[in-house]
């Protein structure tokens, strides 16, 4: 009979080598899901953290590549388990994926705390999955690789392509303004999504799955690979192998992986990329985790000196595919490191460095992947950090996706205190807007929405797009879709539900937006301010129950991650009190 393994000093054998009644609870009802003894002898227990679901259209796929992942476990001498964790997806869950991000977060540190686990293999792909489950792993920190489940094929539509997210912005407002019909749109709707996997623009899950391998917590490569690929399952099974590996070897766990140099490295990544606002948040808040202190000046700071590299929509022409064809983000990086920009040292779950692994990386397709000498954009086309009196704790702005003659712009605030509110209003041609106004948002930031929704790229008003106009200065405490553009001001801190200064403004209040100084202000006096501030009163509470509520009276600000203020940090692997 096979040995219970009681002295391998990994947490597993907690559970699965204990003597008595507990051990024997503990394997007799795993023997019962078919296992023979031989799982039990003290080999590496791997988690397998799947966010598969049909809800999250992305991430539906994920049960094949658990299946790969298993296989390489397996292969290097481990005892893969498969378990569900909550599943975020924006394209259907309202009123915001973003607003259980943390909550998902909880679920997967608490279930990799819970149970018989070494190590963890972290299944991902929509937006918010990948961040929430970088979250949770960092707050266990055992030893752990992310997969994402990588973008979808090309859209094709009318013998061009077309891309996830950009082109639903872009050809639904061509509608609006009579220059597309409903079923030119209704045919583009069933040419944009033609195969498995997330968005496959520049937008938030492939821009974090390439954060998550500038990170270095996940394999070389694997961003880029497209979910109908083969080379998807190999890395998949890659990451099986190498987890067992980083099991017997003590690591690396994920803060001796995701330290200060490897946040730098994952800022300038975005720039180069053309990636979305929406990395700001998350890295923020995977940094909170491991107790790596970032500022919004940092991506400021690092991202102004670094030019856009990658020609992709919703920032450039191209797609994921072509992304993969030019050899993905091992490129990049090889890029920023020739150019003295990459800390080459950070470690990474390979086991290599930075440097050792994008070492030798070239493009394939030039026209995708520019060289430093000639790129898309030039260095500060990357993600601007605002302040001002309308903004004093920071907004952000995508440059490259904003139009270049509005990036220097002062106009009449038009003002609106709900998202339903404006969609109304816009479609009416009494509604009284200008092309050079400014519309802003507000209300719709963490406490406010609930949730800070992909929201403050506001359709045009009607009559707007019928002029031909096709961008105006949009100003939120909101968030946008990473597949979104335009000229668009993010992330207003504070939010207008905590008392921000987004909460006085009036509409015909001047705005002065200036991207060049860093500014986002209103004209207007501070004694006038003060006078708005002494009559306003906060909003009705969005929600007295359940996790609406504990989200709301606990989360913290965008440019603070929008995490919950009591999960930053990390309380570690340590196993928990026996149940018998």
């Not at 504990?550 to 600000?557: I, K, P």
Request: glycine share 12%; with cysteine; aromatic share 4%.
């Amino acid at each position: 009979m096979t040995r219970v393994g009681s002295d391998t000093g990994r947490r597993s054998a907690a559970w699965f080598g204990s003597s008595g009644r507990t051990g024997f609870i503990y394997r007799s009802w795993v023997r019962a899901e078919g296992f023979t003894p031989e799982v039990f002898d003290g080999r590496p227990v791997i988690g397998i953290a799947s966010s598969e679901s049909e809800l999250t259209p992305c991430n539906s796929h994920l049960g094949r590549v658990a299946e790969a992942v298993k296989r390489g476990v397996w292969q290097a001498g481990g005892f893969p388990l498969e378990f569900p964790t909550m599943s975020l997806g924006e394209t259907l869950l309202r009123p915001t994926a973003m607003l259980y991000r943390n909550l998902m977060a909880m679920e997967v540190e608490e279930s990799l705390r819970a149970n018989p686990l070494d190590g963890v293999v972290l299944l991902s792909g929509c937006d918010k999955t990948t961040p929430a489950m970088l979250m949770g792993a960092a707050s266990v920190d055992m030893p752990a690789i992310l997969v994402t489940g990588g973008p979808m094929l090309r859209g094709r539509w009318h013998g061009r392509d077309i891309g996830s997210g950009t082109d639903v912005w872009r050809l639904t407002e061509e509608q609006r303004a009579g220059r597309l019909s409903a079923e030119d749109v209704l045919e583009a709707e069933t040419c944009m999504n033609r195969s498995n996997g997330h968005c496959m623009t520049m937008g938030t899950a492939s821009t974090m799955a390439c954060m998550a391998e500038a990170l270095g917590m996940s394999l070389k490569g694997s961003a880029a690979v497209p979910a109908a690929d083969a080379g998807r399952l190999r890395i998949g099974q890659l990451a099986g192998q190498r987890i067992v590996e980083m099991v017997r070897s003590g690591g690396p766990r994920p803060s001796e992986v995701m330290t200060r140099d490897a946040f730098e490295n994952a800022i300038r990544a975005n720039a180069a990329i053309g990636g979305s606002t929406n990395a700001v948040i998350h890295l923020v808040a995977i940094a909170g985790r491991v107790g790596v202190r970032l500022d919004l000046e940092d991506f400021d700071q690092l991202a102004g000196e670094v030019p856009l590299l990658v020609d992709l929509m919703p920032s450039g022409s191209w797609l994921m595919e072509d992304f993969y064809d030019a050899g993905g983000l091992p490129v990049v990086l090889a890029e920023l490191a020739r150019a003295g920009m990459l800390h080459e040292d950070a470690g990474t779950v390979s086991g290599i460095s930075m440097g050792e692994q994008v070492a030798g990386s070239t493009t394939w397709r030039p026209d995708v992947v520019h060289p430093m000498a000639d790129p898309v954009q030039p260095p500060g086309s990357g993600t601007a950090v605002l302040r001002g009196n309308l903004c004093p704790d920071g907004a952000v702005l995508k440059v490259s996706a904003a139009s270049p003659h509005l990036l220097r712009h002062r106009g009449r605030a038009v003002v609106f205190d709900s998202l339903e509110d404006y969609l109304d209003k816009s479609e009416s041609d009494e509604l009284d807007v200008a092309a050079d106004d400014v519309l802003v948002l507000r209300y719709a930031g963490p406490r406010g929405y609930p949730g800070m929704p992909e929201v403050g790229n506001l359709p045009l008003p009607a009559k707007i797009l019928r002029d031909g106009v096709t961008d105006m200065v949009r100003i939120s405490d909101a968030r946008m879709s990473g597949t979104g553009y335009g000229t668009v001001v993010l992330h207003v801190a504070p939010e207008a539900a905590a008392g921000g200064p987004l909460a006085l403004v009036r509409t015909g209040d001047v705005v002065v937006l200036d991207v060049a100084a860093r500014r986002l202000d209103i004209e207007v006096a501070d004694g006038e301010l003060a006078e708005r501030r002494t009559a306003w009163s906060p909003p009705a509470p969005v929600a007295d129950r359940g996790w609406t509520r504990l989200y709301v009276d606990h989360v913290l600000q965008a440019n603070h991650g929008c995490d919950l203020d009591f999960l930053v940090g990390s309380s570690g692997d340590g196993v928990p009190r026996e149940n018998h």
